[in-house]
T-cell receptor
């Protein structure tokens, strides 16, 4: 069975600081997909990124970057120069490659608070 | 930008009442999902559907039921609400068909349910 661990329950940083959210996953499958979602106070989950297990290139999107390392089964998320609008709960998730079994397994989330 | 809608956004109701949470998407997605999110933030899949007339139970046992009579509509019903049903319910959809398990799930804004 697959598992996603987000060990950081809550993080608080001062605005403009950089912050990294950790995500460690477990699966025996060799093909899988990893996701990050953002949940602002309004409640909806906003899709941020999807990576497949064959693509270990790091990705950067504006102030967001993701570091995928299969050797350590980690898919960490870094926000550079954080802003108050980044305050939210962030979820890492995993899905397997079996067609018909695309259910997402979520981590427990990290609540990020950016202090102005 | 995902077009998936949930109503009501907030619902306070007494024990024993029958309730239906609505979820609709305008993206023509075949697959739809219901997640329950407890106060500790963890998300659990309770129902999913691969298309019209297809419904399956998720990983977390739930007393709710779902139906999928139309592609765009995936309502969730509780025949007799109890305080233990108090939670946030999130609906999601993904493309389906032959696009495979790498597709992204897009989420609605959620319904916060409080059963007194």
């Amino acid at each position: 069975a697959q598992k996603v661990t987000q060990a950081q329950t809550e993080i608080s940083v001062v605005e403009k600081e950089d912050v990294t959210l950790d995500c460690v996953y477990e699966t025996r499958d060799t093909t899988y997909y990893l996701f990050w979602y953002k949940q602002p106070p309004s409640g909806e989950l906003v899709f941020l990124i999807r990576r497949n297990s064959f693509d270990e290139q790091n990705e950067i999107s504006g102030r967001y970057s993701w570091n995928f390392q299969k050797s350590t089964s980690s898919f960490n998320f870094t926000i550079t120069a954080s802003q108050v609008v980044d305050s939210a709960v962030y979820f890492c998730a995993l899905s397997l490659s079996n067609f018909g079994n695309e259910k997402l397994t979520f981590g427990t989330g990290t609540r990020l608070t950016i202090i102005p | 930008e995902a077009d998936i809608y949930q109503t009501p956004r907030y619902l306070v109701i007494g024990t024993g009442k029958k309730i239906t949470l609505e979820c609709s998407q305008t993206m023509g997605h075949d697959k739809m999902y219901w997640y329950q999110q407890d106060p500790g933030m963890e998300l659990h899949l309770i129902h999913y559907s691969y298309g019209v007339n297809s419904t399956e139970k998720g990983d977390l046992s739930s007393e709710s039921t779902v139906s999928r009579i139309r592609t765009e509509h995936f309502p969730l019903t509780l025949e007799s609400a109890r305080p233990s049903h108090t939670s946030q319910y999130l609906c999601a959809s993904s493309l389906g068909g032959t696009s495979g398990p790498q597709e992204t799930q897009y989420f609605g804004p959620g319904t916060r349910l409080l059963v007194l």
